[in-house]
C-alpha cells in the first residue's frame, strides 16, 4: 500500500485555521486522497477526499499539491468540538478493498 | 439507517476463553473491515472481506479469525484470548465507485483479557 507521512501531533487555538499536512511520495496516479478523524472514544468518520483538484465541503477544505505529492486538510475556524486524531490514506486504484490507517495527527484545539 | 453496528460494546474475557464480536451493516457495502486500536495508537488492519464468502489477512492477523457468510455480517473470532488482545475494536464497511472508497465505521467493541 501506498504510504502516507503526518506529523505526530499539532496545537491551536479556538477559532484560528488549521493546516494540517500529508506526505505521500509514493501516490499512484488512480489513489484518492482520502481525510478522515477519530473523536475521542468514537470510531473514524469521514472528512473529506479528493484527487487532483482542491475541494471544500462543510466539514473542511483539501489542497492537492500540483504534483500529488503532498496534500492540506484546512480547518478554516477551529472549534473545540476539532479536536481529535486526523487519519491522512490513500484509497482506490490497487488499494480499493484493502485499508491501512498510519497513527494521524492529534489535533489539540486550545481555548 | 442503522449503519454500522458493533455487539458487544464492552466486554471482559478471562485468558483463555473465546468469544465473537458481530458486526453488522444495512447499506449494502461490498467491503467489511476489522481493525484494532491499541491506546495512544492508529488502527491496525486484522481481516477483511472484499464480499460475502470471501474473506483474507490483514496486518495483524494471528489469533483471529473472521467469517462473512452474509453480505450484511462480518464476524471476528478470538478462539484463546490473551491479554495481548486487550484493545478497542473497529469494524468498518465501505463501497468503491470510481476507484473511489469511502468507509462507515462502527462504534467500537472494548474487550478487556484478564
Known amino acids: 500500500d501506498a504510504k502516507t507521512t503526518q506529523p505526530n501531533s499539532m496545537e491551536s487555538n479556538e477559532e484560528e485555521p488549521v493546516h494540517l499536512p500529508c506526505n505521500h511520495s509514493?501516490?499512484?496516479?488512480?489513489?484518492?486522497i482520502h481525510w478522515y478523524r477519530q473523536l475521542p472514544s468514537q470510531g473514524p468518520e469521514y472528512v473529506i477526499h479528493g484527487l487532483t483538484s482542491n475541494v471544500n465541503n462543510r466539514m473542511a477544505s483539501l489542497a492537492i499539491a500540483e504534483d500529488r505529492k503532498s496534500s492540506t486538510l484546512i480547518l478554516h475556524r477551529a472549534t473545540l468540538r476539532d479536536a481529535a486524531v486526523y487519519y491522512c490514506i490513500l484509497r482506490g486504484g490497487t488499494n480499493a478493498g484493502k485499508s491501512t490507517f498510519g497513527d494521524g495527527t492529534t489535533l489539540t484545539v486550545k481555548p | 439507517n442503522a449503519g454500522v453496528t458493533q455487539t458487544p460494546k464492552f466486554r471482559v474475557l478471562k485468558t483463555g476463553q473465546s468469544m465473537t464480536l458481530l458486526c453488522a451493516q444495512d447499506m449494502n457495502h461490498e467491503y467489511m473491515y476489522w481493525y484494532r486500536q491499541d491506546p495512544g495508537m492508529g488502527l491496525r488492519l486484522i481481516h477483511y472481506?472484499?464480499?460475502?464468502?470471501?474473506?483474507a489477512k490483514g496486518e495483524v492477523p494471528d489469533g483471529y479469525n473472521v467469517s462473512r457468510l452474509k453480505k450484511q455480517n462480518f464476524l471476528l473470532g478470538l478462539e484463546s484470548a490473551a491479554p495481548s488482545q486487550t484493545s478497542v475494536y473497529f469494524c468498518?464497511?465501505?463501497?468503491?465507485?470510481?476507484?473511489?472508497?469511502?468507509?462507515?465505521f462502527g462504534p467500537g467493541t472494548r474487550l478487556l483479557v484478564l
Open positions: 468498518a464497511s465501505s463501497y468503491v465507485r470510481d476507484l473511489r472508497e469511502t468507509q462507515y
Open positions: 472481506s472484499v464480499g460475502e464468502g470471501t474473506t
Open positions: 509514493t501516490i499512484s496516479g488512480t489513489d484518492y
